[in-house]
C-alpha cells in the first residue's frame, strides 16, 4: 500500500476539474436540447391547433406520432440528465490502469456511479460495467473482463482510491487491496443520516458477488446483523436495472419490506445511484386486491410483544400456530384431500356421448398439478372435443361454458371460503378458523386463504414485476412464501437473518427457509459493518453467535440497573442531554460538523414506546416517537421507537431501556435484545430497573451507575 506523492495529487486535482468541465458541458447540451424539445413540440402543437378543421386525418395521426416521438426523446434526454446530475459532487471514486494484452502501455479508467462520455471516448466508467466489476474484484496483477464479443485479459498496473467530496479531492490512495481498510473505516465511522446511504465505493468483494450475481433465479442472502444485505439488495437493484437497459425497467422491480418507516429509511439510496425509485410492497398491499373479489377484509396483525387485544390470548396462539412450517405442511395436505373429496361425479351425457362417474374422476385426478376451476376447464375442453370428433354431424354441439357449469354442478364446496372454513373443522386441525366479523379474517388468516383461493379459483398472478426483493425473510411465514412464490413468478431475491426474528415467525434456520425455495441459491455474509467491535461483541453474546467486524473501537456497552422504574428514566433523560452536548462519540471523531448524529431509544413493545416517550416528553423537549406511518422522524436526534420498528434501522448512539428479566425474560426477548443492540454504530447503553434480563452477557460488560 502507498499512499501518492504531491504531484501525483496535483495531476489528479487537474483531472479531476477537466472532469467536472466535462460533466458540466453534458448537462448544459442536455439542457440545450430539452428546450429544443420543448419549442418543437410546442410548435407541433400550435400548428395542430391553428389548423384544426383544415388537417386531414392522415396528417393529424402524422403529428400524433411526432409529438409522441419528441416526448420520448425528451424523456430519455430528461433520464440522462438526471443520471449525470448525480456525478456532480463526485464524478467517480477510483481509478484502474488497465493494460490489455498486446497494447504497449496501461489506459487509465475513472469509475463511477455512471457513465460519461466525452468527445474522445469514456471518461467514467459507470461501476456496473464487467471493466468496473475488476476494481471490487482484482488485484493488481493479471486480470480479465468481459465484454460482448469476449474476454479480455491484460494486467491491472494500479488501484488507486478517491475520495471526492462537493467536487474537491479529499484524498487519493494507491493500493493493492480490494478496497483498503483506512477508507472503509472512514466510511462506516461516520455519522449515521436519516436516509441510508450508497456504498459503491467500498463495496465488498463477498458483497459483488452477490450484487452481480445474474445467474441464480431465486437467491437467498443469510447475513448477520449489519453485513449490508439492505445495501447490497438495492445496489443490485441499481445492477440489474443497469444491465437489463430497455428490458427491465424500475416498476418493474418491487421491493417487500417491513414498514413504511423502513421504506423511507431506503428511499434515497437509488435516487443517489442514479436510478428511479422501485415500486414499494408489503404483504397486506399484496393481499388487498387479492380479497376484494372474495368480498373479504382483514384486521390488523397481532404482535406478540404487544399487550393482549381483542381476541385475547386465544388468538395469539392461533396466530403462532398458523406461522409455523407444520401449519403449512398440514395445509397442503388438507387442502389435497378436501379437494378431491370435493368433486363427486356423476355421469355426464353430451348428446350421443356418454361418461360414466368413474371417468370423470380418473380425469380429475390425473389433472391434480392444477387448480380446482383450470382442472374444470381442462376437462370441459376434452370433453367438448370428444363430443365433436364422436358425432361430427351432432347438431348442438356442446359449449365449454355449459359443460364447465355441469361439472361445477359436481362439487360439493362452491367458493374458496367454503372450502377454508371447511379444513379446519377437520379431527387432525392443529388450530381454529375464527372470524372476527361479517367478511372479516384474522391476518394470520390471510394468505393461508389466499393459498387455498388459489388452490380452488386459480391464482392472480402480478404480471408486472420482474424481479422481487424481500427484505427482513425471516418475519415471513412458509405459507406466506407459498403464496408470494405462485403470485410473482419471476426473480427473486430474499434477504434476512434468522437471528432477527421478531418472534410472529417460528425460528428459521436457513436450511428451513433454503427449503421454502426449489433451486434457490443460498449466499452467506458473516461479516458485520455497522457496530464498532466491543458492540457486536456484546450483541452477538446474547444471540450466541460468532461474529466477525471491521475493526473499530469504541466504548463497551454499559448496562445501568436503577432500583427504580423513576431513576432509570431520569438517568435516560440524562442520557439525551449528554448526548445532545457531546455526540456519540464516533471513534475516529468524524461526526460530521454539525450534526451531532441520531440517538435511538428502543423498546420492546409499541405501547412501552409510547409509554417511555410520555415520561420523557415530560422531563425535555423534542423527544420524539415514531410510529410506523411516521414520516420524516429519522431526521430527529432522538427518536424513541419498539425494537419491531428500529429493525433495519441504525442509529449513532442506542439505549435499550427497560432491557430486564420482565421485559425480555423469555427465550423470544434473546432475538428483540439482538436486534436493539445491532442498530447501534458508536455507543450502546442498556438501563433497567429491578432484574436484568438473563439474556444479557455477564460481568464483564456490566457497569453500575
Ligand atoms: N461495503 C460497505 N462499505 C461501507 N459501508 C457499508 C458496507 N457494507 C455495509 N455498510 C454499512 O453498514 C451498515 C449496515 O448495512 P445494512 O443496513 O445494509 O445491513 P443489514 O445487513 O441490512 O443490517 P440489519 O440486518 O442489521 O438491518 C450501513 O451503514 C451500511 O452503509
Redesign the pocket.
Known sequence: MTSVFPDVHEEEVAHLARTLELLESRIEALTGALDGHDTDYNDVKSYMSDNRGEIDPAEMYQNELILRDIDARGAHAMRLRERLETMRGSPYFARLDFAPDGASAAEAHYIGRQGLQSAEGTAVVDWRTPLGGMFYEREPGRASYEVPSGTIGGTIERKRQFKVENGRLRFVLDTAEAIRDEI?LE??GRT?SAH??S?IA???RE?NAIIRNESDGTLIIQ?V????????ALHRIAYLLFRRRGRLKAENIAIISPNGLFAEYVSDVLPELGEEAVVALDLAAVARGRLERHRLGFTDPIDPVEPLGPGGAAARERARAKSTLAFHHWLERALDEAIQDCFVPRELRLGNLRIDAEELRAHFDRLSALGVAERLRVMAEHLCQRARSESPLFSSAPKVGEVVKRLTAMLTVKSARALYRGLFRREDAPTVFRAPGPGLLEWEDVYPFLFVAGRFGGWETDQDVLHLVIDEMQDHSPTQYAVLRRIFRHDMTILG?VA?ALGNTEDYTLERLGGLFEGARVMELTRG??STVEIARFASAIRGTAVTTIDRHGDRPRVLGFDTPVEEIDRIAAEIDRFRSTGPGAPNGSVDEGDPGRLAIVTRSRAGARELHGELSERLEGVVLATADSRGVLGNDVTVLPVGLA??L?FDEVIVARASEREYGAEAGRSLLYIAC?RALHRLTLTHSGRPSPHLPGDETTVEP
Do not use: N
Open positions: 472503509l466510511e462506516i449515521s441510508m446511504r456504498i467500498t463495496i465488498q458483497q447475513g446483523a449489519g453485513s449490508g444485505k439492505t445495501s447490497i437473518d432477527q459493518y455497522r429493525k433495519g441504525e445491532t
